[in-house]
């Protein structure tokens, strides 16, 4: 497979229905069924339906992108073609399958693990700096919910405190 990559237009910006300005999604990627898109803060990843008014969903987008050939991207069924998701206000890469084959390819990968996820996260107050891993099962059953439960699926993240800094007694790592 050959990717084909795309460059982000330089200011591709739209006004907020409250006069601020979001950043557009962008594709990083494309790959023979499969994409790469830059979903930036306050678009919806609408996978298991839209679960916010805030009216920028990426399925919308990704449709737009890739016409009607990536049919996938039109079914709810088959979560737009999405694989995962980044909550509202979180920006990160997004895949998606904009074919059939590519869509199972990357459910398949997800549901195997072979596929990773590294985040970068501020949080408020200090993680202790010898952590290096959080294991709980977590329930995503319902769309759009996610809590630890002792009847869900297990899960780890392998964390590490990359910086401790404090203002005004106020500390974040």
């Known amino acids: ?13 739209s006004a907020a229905t409250d006069g601020s ?15 790469v898109v830059m ?4 678009w919806e990843v609408d996978a298991k339906g839209a679960m916010s008014s805030c009216g920028r ?8 992108k890739h016409g009607p050939s990536a ?7 088959f979560e ?3 694989v995962h998701r980044l909550d509202l206000p979180s920006s990160g890469l997004i895949l ?11 459910q398949w990968q997800m549901h195997t693990y072979t596929i990773l996820r590294e985040y970068v996260v501020l949080v408020a107050g200090l993680v202790p700096s010898d952590l290096c891993a959080i294991s709980m099962p977590i329930d995503d059953f319902f769309p759009g919910r996610s809590c630890v439960s ?15 800094c404090a203002r005004r007694q106020r500390f974040w790592t």
Do not use: N
């Open 1 to 13: 497979l050959r990717p084909v990559r795309e460059q982000a237009t330089a200011g591709s910006w």
């Open 21 to 35: 300005a979001i950043a557009e999604p962008h594709i990083q990627l494309r790959l023979r069924g499969i994409s």
């Open 39 to 42: 979903k930036p803060p306050y």
């Open 57 to 64: 969903h990426l399925s919308q987008y990704m449709m737009r």
């Open 71 to 77: 049919c996938v991207l039109g079914l709810a069924d």
């Open 80 to 82: 737009h073609g999405l």
């Open 96 to 106: 998606a399958g904009t074919s059939f084959e590519g869509y199972c390819l990357l």
């Open 150 to 164: 002792d009847t869900g699926r297990p899960a780890s993240s392998h964390v590490r405190a990359l910086l401790h």
